[in-house]
């Protein structure tokens, strides 16, 4: 990950983040997960790579759930602004998939 994030360009970033922290990443601590997920969810976004940008998000959820990333409020917020964007790109499965988080 960290020779990754050295000589990567953002869409292998975008990549690397989403897998490492679906499989071996959750040994991390979530709040840096969290924080590196949203990087991601950026970094997707600008390079085009939007699918794997809302798979970051999806991730962030959860891992913003979990690890009390942000005040309540705030993460609120911000599963709101991942909607939203979700609602432009019409994905439902990431759609659904921070829905149930936001409920939680």
Not at 87 to 92: M, R
Request: aromatic letters at 12%.
């Amino acid at each position: 990950l960290v020779l990754s994030e050295k000589f990567g360009s953002s869409d292998e970033m975008t990549e690397v983040l989403v897998n490492y922290y679906i499989g071996a990443g959750h040994i991390d601590s979530y709040q840096l997960g969290a924080k590196r997920l949203r990087r991601g969810f950026s970094s997707g976004l600008s390079s085009g790579n939007v699918s794997t940008a809302f798979l970051c998000a999806g991730q962030w959820a959860n891992f913003s759930t979990i690890s009390a990333e942000i005040d309540l409020p705030s993460l609120l917020r911000e599963m709101d602004y991942y909607l939203h964007h979700l609602e432009l790109y019409k994905s439902e499965l990431i759609k659904k998939f921070i829905l149930c988080y936001r409920e939680t």
